[in-house]
């Protein structure tokens, strides 16, 4: 027994703990026709350009992948890729997700986790560029039916389901945040970085810093009334951590920060 014991300390102790660094990906680039679609009444014809990210931390445990964004396969199309409504964002991928990975020096295969914010087609783009890699997943979102009843996900893709938060390494490090409003499962991400400090990473809770300011919600979220809940509680993580608030898709903020290979440290 006292062997027994023994052995388990000495495994405790070896568990690493802790976020390394940060990577913020260049996961598309586009042009939205009408903002006031994502907030109704305010801008109405007024064009924004979108970026879209994607985030790669390199955890002591292993590297996890926030969102996957547009196609990869975007990236050869010379007129992008063109919405349904014309309101919305068309998309360009002036640089594939793989080949940022590959700049850094990481294979697909090397991500031990990943998790979307959401099903939308800018977040979920690439997720079988890692088909073994360990998909943490809302089940409202999971079971969430598509088009024609198609389900979000391969079946045969590892993952896990949530309801709820998850400390996703069990060192308070990596938290995903359940964030539902815009899609029934969305969810954002909490990081702790060791010299920048917290961060939370939207998703699409909020889609630029305006909207934010003014807690517009989009015409077509899931649920208004759990848009607004969900923003307070980003607002409430943000002020709980002293954290700062990355908006996805808001480009003057990313225009900002450092852009793969840089990182956060
Ligand atoms: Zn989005």
């Known amino acids: 027994m006292a062997l027994l014991l023994g052995v388990l300390s000495v495994s405790a102790g070896q568990a690493q703990s802790g976020v390394e660094k940060l990577y913020i990906l260049n996961c598309g680039e586009g042009v939205a026709g009408d903002i006031s679609r994502w907030s109704p009444g305010v801008n109405e014809g007024k064009s924004m350009d979108f970026v879209d990210n994607c985030y790669l931390i390199k955890h002591a445990q292993g590297w996890f992948l926030w969102d996957t964004g547009i196609s990869d396969a975007v990236a050869a199309?010379?007129?992008?890729?063109?919405?349904?409504?014309?309101?919305?964002?068309?998309?360009?991928?002036?640089?594939?997700?793989?080949?940022?990975?590959?700049?850094?020096?990481?294979?697909p295969s090397d991500i031990k986790a990943m998790a979307v914010s959401h099903?939308?087609?800018?977040?979920?783009?690439?997720?079988?560029?890692?088909?073994?890699?360990?998909?943490?997943?809302?089940k409202a979102e999971y079971d969430w039916p598509g088009a024609n009843d198609q389900p979000r996900f391969k079946k045969e893709h590892p993952v896990t389901l949530l309801e709820g938060d998850r400390d996703v390494f069990g060192d308070g490090s990596v938290t995903i945040?359940?964030?539902?409003?815009h899609t029934p499962g969305h969810q954002s991400l909490l990081v702790k970085l060791p010299k920048t400090g917290e961060i939370v990473l939207s998703g699409d809770a909020v889609h630029f810093k305006s909207n934010w300011d003014n807690r517009g919600v989009p015409v077509n979220n899931f649920s208004k009334e759990e848009t607004l809940a969900s923003m307070q509680k980003v607002a409430d993580t943000l002020a709980k951590e002293k954290a700062q608030l990355w908006?996805?898709?808001?480009?003057?903020?990313?225009?900002?920060?450092?852009?793969?290979?840089?990182?956060?440290?």
């Open 177 to 181: 945040l359940s964030t539902p409003g």
């Open 77 to 107: 199309m010379p007129n992008g890729l063109a919405p349904a409504d014309p309101k919305a964002v068309t998309w360009h991928r002036p640089k594939t997700l793989a080949s940022q990975l590959e700049q850094i020096g990481v294979k």
């Open 119 to 138: 099903t939308h087609p800018d977040h979920i783009g690439n997720v079988e560029m890692f088909p073994t890699t360990m998909l943490y997943v809302q």
């Open 247 to 265: 908006i996805n898709h808001d480009k003057a903020q990313r225009d900002t920060l450092k852009m793969a290979p840089e990182f956060y440290d």
